[in-house]
């Protein structure tokens, strides 16, 4: 089920004794009670910006398959209060809690390396009006948390990552499943040229993780879930008419929320 924002109506009434010794009337009584009522009514877990159930995206895809670059270009088109985009990407944990393969190699593409389950009692909190704050995983660091980052709720919230439709809660709340494909080889250039640019990766070990991480656990974790997805997105070589796509949708989803 959905989180919903909850409305709750607080009642508390204590009969006083009248000081007269006249009765009261039942129409006194009434009006009394409707004032003692509206005395004390209560909004509970609601923030002044969220007066309405927030429409939850899940995006996933395989690895290299273009998911933070079309986020950014979906992000650059909406101003910050009207879309929340939060990644499982800054959801790893640390080293000490991975898994070495046969060849004592940790292996970055199992579910459990991400806290998934902080990842979603954070999705719960943004869908339920309250902000939330992580820290910003860097890849290849000694020093693998960064500065803290900050996400506040907003009409529309994208949840973004490799195992998000894997994990069966997470599946549930969205109303929108996207998955971003690629062709292999496209994805494997992309990756070759992402990890040794940007990681410092030898392009040796790129292409081992490719072969005895990567791949498996998408055909294990991710491709199973690409024909439950509402949306499939070919991002070979671009992705601009799928982009305007869910652009008019989300545009006509903010509309709605007026």
């Known amino acids: 089920m959905n989180p919903e924002t909850i409305y709750a109506l607080k009642v508390s009434y204590s009969p006083k004794v009248s000081v007269s010794n006249r009765p009261m009337s039942v129409k006194h009584r009434i009006i009394r009670l ?9 909004h509970i877990n609601c923030s002044p910006n969220m007066q309405y159930k927030p429409y939850l995206v899940g995006i996933s895809g395989g690895s ?19 879309l929340c985009i939060i ?15 046969e060849n004592g190699h940790i ?13 979603s009692n954070d999705l719960l909190q943004l869908s ?6 992580t820290r910003q995983y860097h890849f290849q660091h000694e020093e693998q948390f960064g500065e803290w980052l900050e996400f506040k709720p907003a009409p529309i919230i994208i949840a973004e990552g ?45 292409l081992y993780q490719w072969e005895n ?14 024909e439950k997805a509402d949306l499939i997105i070919n991002n070979n ?8 796509v869910v652009e008019d949708h989300f545009r006509r989803i903010l509309e709605s929320k007026k």
């Open 237 to 244: 070589s671009h992705f601009g008419n799928s982009l305007k």
């Open 87 to 101: 990644s499982q990407d800054n959801y790893y944990k640390t080293v000490h809690y991975h898994k070495t393969d």
């Open 128 to 133: 339920g009006g309250r902000s939330i704050r």
């Open 213 to 226: 991480h990567v791949m498996p656990a998408y055909q294990q974790y991710l491709l199973p879930y690409r």
């Open 162 to 206: 490799l195992f998000i439709f894997y994990r069966e809660d997470l599946f549930r709340q969205f109303d929108l499943k996207v998955f971003i494909e690629a062709s292999e080889d496209i994805k494997l250039n992309r990756r070759l040229s992402r990890d040794t640019r940007e990681r410092n990766i030898p392009a040796e070990f790129v």
């Open 107 to 119: 292996n970055y593409d199992l579910p459990e390396c991400i806290d998934l389950d902080t990842f």
């Open 34 to 42: 409707k004032m003692r009522l509206k005395s004390n009514y209560l």
């Open 64 to 82: 290299a398959s273009g998911k933070t670059h079309f986020l950014n270009e979906l992000g650059a088109l909406f101003q910050p209060d009207e």
